[in-house]
């Protein structure tokens, strides 16, 4: 009984790793598909990003990714908050912490996002799976907004020119 438990046991093993592996390279064309900007990160550096990322840090290639850290692309100013929280990240596996934070990639000016670190795993390395979404600010207020968008804007903008061209017919 003893071996015929244990033969069971290693087959499910063996099951549960390959399903394991197939999940990770789904999780991988996921990633590489993905129109959001994600990128594995393992002590501040670059393991893998998908297209999105590197378009958006300003990075040309995956090489200049792993040849950057994340420090680099944080403000000195925001480094306190940012990086501590990916460290805590890898090592605790709770929920995705979420913050709001001032990036600066390479090329371009520095923009706000969301940052979002999730634990994770990448080719058998403990990591963190980053998440950006940038965040856009409206400067205006919605009464000093240009009333572009208002329809009834736009039909008194109408009626007015044809009021004008009435009144110049009539002169």
């Not at 990160?41 to 670059?46: E, T, V």
């Not at 998908?50 to 100013?77: C, F, I, K, R, W």
């Not at 979404?133 to 240009?146: G, R, S």
């Amino acid at each position: 009984d003893f071996l015929l438990y244990y033969t069971d046991l290693k087959q499910n093993f063996r099951h549960a790793k390959h399903l394991l592996g197939l999940a990770e390279l789904r999780s991988q064309w996921l990633m590489d598909h993905s129109q959001e900007a994600l990128a594995y990160i393992a002590n501040g550096q670059h393991l893998h990003t998908n297209p999105a990322y590197l378009a958006l840090m300003g990075l040309n290639s995956l090489e200049d990714a792993h040849a950057t850290q994340l420090s680099n692309l944080v403000p000195h100013d925001q480094q306190a908050l940012v990086l501590p929280l990916a460290q805590q990240a890898a090592i605790i596996t709770r929920p995705s912490h979420r913050l709001v934070t001032t990036l600066r990639p390479l090329h371009g000016q520095q923009f706000r996002a969301e940052v979002r670190f999730t634990p994770s795993v990448y080719r058998g390395q403990r990591c963190v799976q980053l998440h950006i979404t940038p965040v856009h600010i409206a400067h205006l207020a919605p009464e000093d907004q240009p009333n572009t968008h208002n329809p009834w804007r736009v039909q008194n903008i109408a009626s007015d020119l044809t009021t004008k061209s009435t009144q110049e017919a009539k002169s």
